[in-house]
Every structure is written in structure tokens, then in C-alpha cells.
């Protein structure tokens, strides 16, 4: 099995168009470099004093988040507004989900409120592919990450962070700090580094906190964090949870930040122009010195930035493509 | 009803009797091959020329859901779909709701399979009262109703002190268990084999050594216990050959495999499609092909459906949350016939695998074609096609073989001599 070269067709119309947003898994690079370009545009809208589009006006976007987020759901609410789109957000874990009802019962109910798109967080592994392949295929699915599994927007919108402070990734030495395992950010990067032709992919934790396997992706693999990284260019320290801890997979916070923390000593192992990256929340003090995180080399909260035009490039895209399989399916219903 | 079946090739695996010959059937029993017995007038006679007569297959695993799941199964329907996969025989396993742990529950599961008459039902017993682990059931009684052997179902014995114990008091009464090991502490909240497809697609893992280090223990404690001990629903190659082993030093284990871990692997987990979520999981190739070699080599003597079927609701949500089991037996023996289309296994050890294999295991009355035997059949025709799906007796549709083109076809499902299915 070769991951990145497998088709996953639920997510693309019949003409190649993104359709749904569920894993960076079987896109080409093409259409990976056209979210970073329509992204790229849509930086110059954040500039504007007037900072709206009409690119999805009359469109209900509903956001349906499962598990809890702040930065995700609002840097996607913030997207669907600055498209002009209708937008809702739904914290399920506090409402109908604790009454009983099933995944498919409150996406079905969803549906039936006429939503054209839905931003889905859900701590199962294949959420937002059951419900685009299940559940409402006719409306744009964006997959605000699942489970372990995927995260995807996050992914792109590090990728497009890379891409404006270094360019052209086929030169790139970046390393992935920290719990890879439970990490569905670390999956989504490795597949976008991969298919956007970074040739040096490391991933630096203890074997607890490594998937099995993990080689699949095309990576290096490095227990000794001042091994993996000499003269990287980019470093993605991702967030340790706490829960960790429990069940032996790790000592302490201490023990971690002794060995696998970011200070500014070993920063310096990167190459000097190295980038700092988080996806957030940051532990200060447990995968990254404060010094660091708050540094020149940070570029944390640009990630913030970008994400929003990550998501308004993602959902602009994936609802085009849901209109014109509509149309497709028109002409060939005529047809028959 | 006295018949007369002619023209087929007749295969017993137990006898290693292969050629073709002439049956004649009486009062429930096999009364006589090539020549009628004096007397002998036919009511009814089937024309088996062109097909292939085996002793009925024998499913050591079929969950029949009831009592307690009428919404996924029930013992008229799971049997009748048994009977179409070429069965005369069955286990069904204890977790029912009662759990199958007291005569009262046995004696409903054997009076409905009776009244429904498509195939022979034998429960196996809980070995704890609830499944819990903890307290013994009254085996004995259960073996008085009609319980075969004693299983612990999905769950492992926590506790290894009352797990030993409860061998001892098996073997006093010289009953056989069934043990399905699976650590449920190295196991957690898995849902998949710790291999390359979980891991890319972020489904918490079930590491090998879950099966194998339960399978240490359990088979250390049968060897100190001298408990007659049968292990189910193997997943692993290592696993096999810790059997292998046991065997070879004289242990009086005996083993079993679902169906489908010969079929298919972790790999189908890819698409997230919940048809494949089992337990305990597809492994990996690697794991498959031992497996084949243990069942060639006899190592493991039965292959079960291992039957689960569900209603569509058990299955329609994200992978981890839908509940585990594929619903086959009514496949069972085209499936089966697969592994023989595809050069892995000859026809009469593929047969002994279904029918002799898993009647030795427990000790059962079935599974050979003898004068005296009770006349459990199947006939099939080895050159027709099965297209899975194209009917459907279980409650559960929760089969990923439906829609496959399968080689073979049951003609006539006979128990006691009796038709009970028949296509």
C-alpha cells in the first residue's frame, strides 16, 4: 500500500475538483498548490479595510464541532463571514450528542435546514469521511479534524506558512517535533510536505510517542531531538497533552521538555533563518521555551493568519466543486 | 423419510472417502452407500449427478442474537442462513442478553432451534456467570441441558487465579473450553491492528502481543491444569505457531479460525468502511498467510463464520464507533471454496476443515458421512457460481462479500435427512 499515491475520489468531483475537504491523502500536488494560491489571494482580502468576498453570499456554512476548539472554529467562522456566507456554529458535544442522538441523526437534521456546507470536528478517525460518504454527500464536507486522523486545513495552512517565509519546499530540511502518534496535525503535514516535494521529512519523538509504521510517510525518524534538528529550516513543535502522561508513555512534563523541549540553545542546531511552528495551544515550558515561542525565528501567530485564508480558500474551492457535480448530475438526469 | 441420492461424488474426509457412489437415507440416519438395504424403498430421490455430497458443514461460531438482540438476528432466520451456507451444525457462542450462563436460557435457544429445524444448534455455555470473569457458572447443569463447551466469549479472563481455577473444575468433569485470548489491557480502546493501514488513518491499534501474550498465559494454565481446551478466532501467525508448539509437546489443544481472516486483511481498512471493523482484527498478509499454513497443515482443525450479523444502524457511524462482526455464514461455503478456486488449500482438506475439524474440536456428533451417522448433508455443485447477496436469509446485511461472484453452490442442505435448504 503506498498512501500518498491512493485514490480517494469521495473528496474530488468527475472532473478533479475538490468537492470535500477530508484528507490531504490521494491530492495531487496541482490542486494542493492551487489551495496555496487561492489562499495567497485571499491574504490581500485580510488587508482590506473592507475585508469581505461574495464568494459564498447566500450560503450557510454550519460549523459542527464535536469536540471543543477556539482557534479552528472561529478562524473558520471568521473564513465563511469574510466569503459572505450564512454562518452557524454548533458546539454538539453540549447539546443533542449527550441526549443520544446518533452522529448520522444530527447531520441528517442539519441537512434538513438546507446547509451547503459543514465544518466537521469529531473525535473519531474517519468522521468526516463516513458523513460525506454516508450522510449528506450533496454537501460540502471541510473535515476540522478527526480523531488521530487528519486535520487538513491546519496542514495547508503550515504548508502555506513554509511556502511565504521559504519559498519553493524541494530544498526544505523540516522537522516534527513531539507526540506524532496522537497527532492527527503531524498526519496531515507529513502527506502535504510529501506531496508538495519536501525531500528531507523528519519526525523527532520517543518511540512512545511514534506510530507504527511511520516510515509509510516518508520520513526520517530521529529519537534524539539534537540529532534531528541540524540544520533544519523548519521546525513544527506540536502540543503535548497532558493526559499523556497516564499509561506510561511518558514520565513527566519535566522529563519531556528535558529531552524534547525547544530552547534557545537548540534552536540553534537549525539552520540560523530556521522558522519556529505551532499549531497552538502552546505549552510554554513543556515543548517550548517561552523565550522561543515569543523569538524572532516564531512565526506562530502568522499561522493564525494564514489560517483564515487557508479555510476561505478550502471552503470557496470545495463549494464550487459541489455546484458543479450539481450541474453535472443535472445535465446527465436531462440526458437520461 | 427414506432417500435415495444418486449420481454424486461422494467426500468424507474422515474416512478419506472419495468417489462417486449412491446414498441411502433413513429415518434421520445414513443407512447404506452403493446398495439399498434390503427392503429399502425410496419416498424421495435426489438427482446429485454433477454434485459433490459432504458431510453438512459444522460452524463452531454463530451468533444467533437471541435472546436479547431480535433486532440484529433470530435463531429461525441466522439458522435458515446457516442452512444455505451448507450447515447442519452450529455453536452458538454464550453472549446473549441473558448471557447464556443458566439451563433456562440453554433450554429457550435449543426449544427455538428445534421449532425452526434448519439446522442443529449446540450453545456453548458461559464459563463465568455474566462473562464477568469472576464467578463460575454451574457448568455441569449446563452441560446436562445441552451446552457442548464453556467460552468466555469476546472477554479475556482478567483474573488468572480464577482463571486456573475455573480450568481445574472443568477438567474434574472432563468439559471442554473454549478460549478466545485477547489481553484486554494491551487491547485498551483499539480497534484495528497496530499495523501500517491504523496507523496512517489514525485508528487506535490492537498489537499482536495482545493475542500472543494472552494465548502464553492461557496455554500455560491448560497445561497445568490438564483442561481439554479449544482456541478460537486465532488471528496471528505467531499465535499459531505458539498452538503449533503446544501441540507438538502433547497438549490436547485444538484451535479455529474466522473465515475471513483467511480472506482478508488489515489493508481493507483503508477506506474506513465499518464492514471490516472485527473483533478481533484483520491482521496483517504476513498474518493471513500463517494462518493458511496452520489450517493446511491441520494445526488449526476448524474454520468458523464466526458469524455476527447486526441491524444497518450498528454500522453507519465512524469506524470506531460501529460495532464489530461480519455476517457470512450463509456464505460459508462458497467463501470457503474460494480458498480452493485459488490453489491454497485441496478440496477434501477444505471440507475436513468445516466439517470433521470442528466436530473433533468439541466432540460433536457430526461432521462424517458413516453407516449409523445422522444423515447431515450437504450437496453442492463446485462448477455453479454463487453471486453473494442475490438472497439473504440473516437479519444482518453487514457482509463485505455481498455483491462478489463466489465459486459454488449448495443444491441441498439435508439434516437428519430432512431438506432443509435446498437452491
Same mark, same amino acid.
Given at each position: 500500500m503506498t498512501p500518498t499515491t491512493s485514490k480517494r475520489p469521495l473528496q474530488l468531483?468527475?472532473?478533479?475538483?475538490?468537492?470535500?475537504?477530508?484528507?490531504?491523502?490521494?491530492?495531487?500536488?496541482?490542486?494542493?498548490?492551487?489551495?496555496?494560491?487561492?489562499?495567497?489571494?485571499?491574504?490581500?482580502?485580510?488587508a482590506r479595510a473592507v475585508k469581505k468576498v461574495p464568494l459564498l453570499?447566500?450560503?450557510?456554512?454550519?460549523?459542527?464541532?464535536?469536540?471543543?476548539?477556539?482557534?479552528?472554529?472561529?478562524?473558520?467562522?471568521?473564513?465563511?463571514?469574510?466569503?459572505?456566507?450564512?454562518?452557524?456554529?454548533?458546539?454538539?458535544?453540549?447539546?443533542?450528542?449527550?441526549?443520544?442522538?446518533?452522529?448520522?441523526?444530527?447531520?441528517?437534521?442539519?441537512?434538513?435546514?438546507?446547509?451547503?456546507?459543514?465544518?466537521?470536528?469529531?473525535?473519531?478517525?474517519?468522521?468526516?469521511?463516513?458523513?460525506?460518504?454516508?450522510?449528506?454527500?450533496?454537501?460540502?464536507?471541510?473535515?476540522?479534524?478527526?480523531?488521530?486522523?487528519?486535520?487538513?486545513?491546519?496542514?495547508?495552512?503550515?504548508?502555506?506558512?513554509?511556502?511565504?517565509?521559504?519559498?519553493?519546499?524541494?530544498?526544505?530540511?523540516?522537522?516534527?517535533?513531539?507526540?506524532?502518534?496522537?497527532?492527527?496535525?503531524?498526519?496531515?503535514?507529513?502527506?502535504?510536505?510529501?506531496?508538495?516535494?519536501?525531500?528531507?521529512?523528519?519526525?523527532?519523538?520517543?518511540?512512545?510517542?511514534?506510530?507504527?509504521?511511520?516510515?509509510?510517510?516518508?520520513?526520517?525518524?530521529?529519537?534524539?531531538?539534537?540529532?534531528?534538528?541540524?540544520?533544519?529550516?523548519?521546525?513544527?513543535?506540536?502540543?503535548?497533552?497532558?493526559?499523556?502522561?497516564?499509561?506510561?508513555?511518558?514520565?513527566s512534563e519535566g522529563e519531556f521538555y528535558r529531552l524534547y523541549g525547544l530552547t534557545r540553545q537548540r534552536l540553534q542546531l537549525a539552520k540560523p533563518d530556521a522558522i519556529v511552528m505551532h499549531p497552538g495551544p502552546i505549552n510554554r515550558g513543556v515543548e517550548i521555551e517561552s523565550a522561543v515561542a515569543d523569538g524572532a525565528q516564531s512565526v506562530i501567530l502568522n499561522q493564525v493568519t494564514y489560517g483564515i485564508a487557508i479555510r476561505m480558500a478550502v471552503m470557496s474551492m470545495a463549494m464550487s466543486g459541489q455546484n458543479a457535480q450539481r450541474l453535472l448530475n443535472l445535465e446527465a438526469a436531462e440526458q437520461n | 423419510m427414506r432417500t435415495h441420492i444418486h449420481g454424486a461424488r461422494v467426500i468424507d474426509p474422515a474416512s478419506g472417502m472419495d468417489r462417486i457412489c449412491e446414498l441411502f437415507l433413513d429415518a434421520g440416519k445414513l443407512v447404506a452407500f452403493d446398495q439399498a438395504p434390503a427392503g429399502f424403498v425410496a419416498e424421495q430421490s435426489i438427482d446429485a449427478s454433477g454434485l459433490i455430497a459432504a458431510p453438512g458443514l459444522v460452524d463452531l461460531s454463530v451468533a444467533l442474537r437471541e435472546p436479547g438482540y431480535s433486532r440484529k438476528g433470530n435463531i429461525a432466520s441466522e439458522t435458515l442462513?446457516?442452512?444455505?451456507?451448507?450447515?447442519?451444525? *452450529?455453536?452458538?457462542?454464550?453472549?446473549?442478553?441473558?448471557? *447464556?450462563?443458566?439451563p433456562a436460557v440453554a433450554e429457550l435457544i435449543l426449544d427455538r432451534a428445534r421449532e425452526a429445524g434448519h439446522a442443529k444448534v449446540y450453545p456453548i455455555g458461559a464459563f463465568s456467570k455474566g462473562l464477568a470473569g469472576e464467578q463460575l457458572a454451574e457448568l455441569v447443569a449446563l452441560r446436562d441441558t445441552g451446552c457442548v463447551a464453556f467460552g468466555n466469549g469476546l472477554t479475556n479472563f482478567a483474573s488468572s487465579r480464577v482463571l486456573c481455577r475455573a480450568m481445574e473444575y472443568a477438567a474434574t468433569f472432563n468439559l471442554t473450553l473454549v478460549i478466545h485470548s485477547q489481553d484486554a489491557d494491551l487491547t485498551a480502546d483499539g480497534h484495528a491492528h497496530d499495523g501500517a493501514t491504523a496507523s496512517f488513518r489514525g485508528l487506535a491499534g490492537i498489537p499482536e502481543t495482545a493475542e500472543t501474550v494472552a494465548l502464553a498465559r492461557n496455554l500455560l494454565l491448560v497445561e497445568q491444569t490438564g483442561v481439554r481446551a479449544h482456541f478460537t478466532q486465532l488471528t496471528s501467525a505467531k499465535g499459531a505457531k505458539m498452538i503449533a508448539h503446544a501441540q507438538s509437546r502433547g497438549l490436547p489443544v485444538s484451535a479455529d479460525v474466522a473465515l475471513y481472516q483467511l480472506l482478508l486483511t488489515d489493508e481493507a481498512l483503508y477506506d474506513f468502511s465499518s464492514l471490516y471493523h472485527v473483533q478481533p482484527p484483520l491482521r496483517s498478509a504476513q498474518d493471513r498467510d500463517g494462518l493458511r499454513e496452520a489450517v493446511k497443515s491441520g494445526v488449526i482443525q476448524a474454520i468458523a463464520s464466526h458469524h455476527q450479523p447486526h441491524e444497518a444502524d450498528a454500522k453507519l457511524a465512524p469506524f470506531a464507533a460501529t460495532e464489530p462482526g461480519i455476517s457470512s455464514v450463509e456464505l460459508l461455503l462458497p467463501l470457503a471454496l474460494s480458498l480452493v478456486q485459488d490453489g491454497l488449500l485441496d478440496l477434501p482438506t477444505l471440507l475436513a476443515r468445516l466439517s470433521s475439524g470442528p466436530s473433533s474440536a468439541l466432540h460433536l456428533p457430526a461432521g462424517r458421512l458413516a453407516v449409523g451417522a445422522p444423515a447431515d448433508l450437504v450437496l453442492f455443485d463446485i462448477e455453479a457460481k454463487t453471486v453473494a447477496g442475490e438472497q439473504w436469509f440473516s437479519r444482518g446485511r453487514n457482509c463485505p462479500f455481498i455483491g462478489q461472484q463466489l465459486p459454488g453452490k449448495v443444491r441441498y442442505t439435508l439434516v437428519d435427512g430432512r431438506i432443509s435448504y435446498r437452491s
Open positions: 468531483n468527475n472532473q478533479g475538483q475538490l468537492r470535500h475537504f477530508l484528507s490531504i491523502d490521494g491530492l495531487p500536488r496541482e490542486l494542493l498548490t492551487e489551495i496555496l494560491d487561492t489562499a495567497d489571494s485571499f491574504l490581500e482580502v485580510g453570499r447566500g450560503k450557510t456554512v454550519c460549523n459542527v464541532f464535536f469536540e471543543n476548539s477556539t482557534r479552528t472554529r472561529t478562524t473558520f467562522e471568521l473564513a465563511a463571514q469574510r466569503l459572505s456566507a450564512d454562518v452557524i456554529t454548533l458546539n454538539v458535544s453540549t447539546s443533542s450528542a449527550s441526549k443520544g442522538e446518533s452522529l448520522l441523526d444530527t447531520m441528517r437534521n442539519l441537512e434538513a435546514m438546507a446547509a451547503d456546507m459543514f465544518v466537521v470536528r469529531h473525535s473519531d478517525s474517519g468522521a468526516a469521511h463516513f458523513i460525506a460518504e454516508h450522510v449528506c454527500p450533496e454537501v460540502a464536507i471541510i473535515n476540522g479534524g478527526d480523531g488521530r486522523h487528519a486535520h487538513p486545513t491546519q496542514g495547508m495552512l503550515d504548508m502555506l506558512t513554509i511556502r511565504r517565509h521559504k519559498g519553493d519546499f524541494s530544498q526544505l530540511s523540516v522537522a516534527i517535533v513531539g507526540d506524532i502518534l496522537h497527532s492527527r496535525v503531524a498526519r496531515s503535514n507529513m502527506l502535504a510536505l510529501k506531496a508538495l516535494g519536501c525531500p528531507d521529512i523528519r519526525v523527532i519523538a520517543p518511540k512512545t510517542l511514534l506510530p507504527v509504521c511511520v516510515e509509510q510517510y516518508g520520513v526520517r525518524v530521529f529519537t534524539d531531538l539534537t540529532e534531528g534538528l541540524k540544520n533544519v529550516d523548519v521546525v513544527i513543535m506540536l502540543r503535548l497533552q497532558k493526559e499523556r502522561m497516564a499509561g506510561g508513555l511518558l514520565p | 442462513a446457516a442452512a444455505a451456507g451448507g450447515v447442519t451444525s *452450529l455453536c452458538c457462542p454464550p453472549e446473549t442478553k441473558p448471557v *447464556l450462563d443458566t
